[in-house]
């Protein structure tokens, strides 16, 4: 019987190697929300900027906040400074941002609302956004990757059809139920744009894209399949069709039992857990399938101390074994303080591990050497592109 195939890669950042389902002894780290408030040189930034939308559509100050965590903090990954809302913008939706209420949007109350939407994202609403990736990809190093977003289709149209978010998302529902084909027009309104946006980023530097499905969890099993899983499986496909091989994370909140049948059928690299979900049960049913990212509880993050502690700790003994990202339940609440971060990244960087930094003349010997010595054990090195 042949031996299973083993490889080693070299030279290709921990983030990708990770959702190319390799273990990481110690794992890629990135945060939610980790360019926020909590950070005295965001707020800065934001108060130059004026509104939240001025400053997701200004570049150079959109890159800056989006840089800011990685210079302090040293993360594996950037995470380009937006909002999920900017889809529905460019689709001919108003949105605004009151300042200690969140969004607001004209809502789609009936039917008769979507003929205001266009039939295709407005790519002019949008560039802002692709230049702010290229001008991150072009200040990130050799190590850290980049990472794009949108909201998915479920979550987006919950803030269209409310005008707002609600503790239930319940027009929404009531919206899907009593006038599914409709509500399928603009779920398949979102798909596309989705689609050509996550695309756009890619192609302007992103090296992964995540799709955030922050309200998955008001949803029964039989809608979530068909209002979460179905839309992303299409974007998943879609995506690939126009950059193959594209690496895609999923963050469906409080998915719960449904979160196995999201990775069997969404086709996504990578799955998102909130701090709700058992990690015993996503080390035997998730890992095997799919990386898994997170979980640690924002509001331990928020404590620090012992319960911070003990939250890394079973992360790490629970899901370490396995491919990794190592991440929060959800985003980074503002009042965090700073040093609580540190915590985390001190105490994942105890874990051993080692590194060898080669002059790039000696690189290609030392990948034939490595190749050679690795083959009686049945490994095939890879070497970085």
Not at 75 to 102: H, Q
Request: net charge negative.
């Amino acid at each position: 019987m042949e031996e299973e195939r083993k490889t080693v890669s070299v030279g290709i950042k921990p983030l990708l190697r990770v959702l190319a389902r390799e273990h990481e002894p110690v794992p890629p780290v990135w945060m939610m929300r980790q360019a926020g408030r909590y950070l005295p040189e965001y707020r800065a930034v934001r108060e130059k900027a004026g509104g939240f939308l001025d400053l997701c559509f200004n570049p150079e100050l959109a890159a800056e906040v989006t840089l800011q965590p990685v210079r302090r903090f040293g993360f594996d990954a950037a995470i380009l400074f937006s909002d999920i809302l900017v889809v529905p913008l460019a689709l001919g939706r108003k949105v605004e941002f009151t300042a200690g209420e969140g969004p607001r949007l004209e809502p789609l109350a009936d039917a008769a609302a979507l003929t205001s939407l266009h039939e295709t994202i407005d790519g002019k609403v949008l560039a802002p956004i692709y230049e702010t990736v290229a001008r991150v990809k072009s200040q990130l190093d050799t190590k850290t990757a980049l990472i794009g977003f949108c909201g998915a289709p479920w979550t987006v149209a919950t803030y269209m059809v409310a005008g707002e978010a609600t503790p239930d998302q319940a027009p929404a529902r009531l919206f899907a139920y009593r006038d599914p084909e409709n509500f399928a027009r603009l779920i398949d309104l979102l798909v596309q744009g989705s689609i050509e946006y996550l695309v756009g980023q890619l192609k302007a530097g992103a090296e992964v894209v995540q799709i955030f499905d922050t309200w998955a969890g008001v949803l029964g099993p039989q809608q979530f399949e068909h209002w979460c899983i179905e839309p992303t499986q299409k974007i998943v496909a879609g995506v690939r069709e126009q950059v193959s091989g594209a690496k895609i994370i999923g963050f469906p909140r409080g998915a719960s039992a449904m979160a196995l049948p999201y990775v069997q059928l969404t086709g996504v690299d990578g799955i998102g857990l909130d701090w709700t979900y058992p990690r015993g049960i996503a080390r035997d049913v998730l890992q095997p399938r799919a990386t898994v990212q997170g979980n640690v509880d924002p509001l331990a993050l928020l404590a620090g101390g012992g319960a911070l502690d003990r939250e890394v700790d079973d992360v790490m003994k629970e899901l370490g074994d396995g491919p990794l990202i190592f991440n929060l339940g959800h985003g980074i609440l503002p009042a965090t303080p700073i040093a609580h971060v540190d915590c985390i990244l001190r105490q994942l960087d105890a874990t051993p591990s080692y590194e060898l930094i080669l002059p790039a003349s000696l690189a290609e010997a030392f990948v034939g050497w490595l190749t050679h010595a690795a083959a009686p054990y049945g490994y095939e090195v890879l070497a970085p592109a």
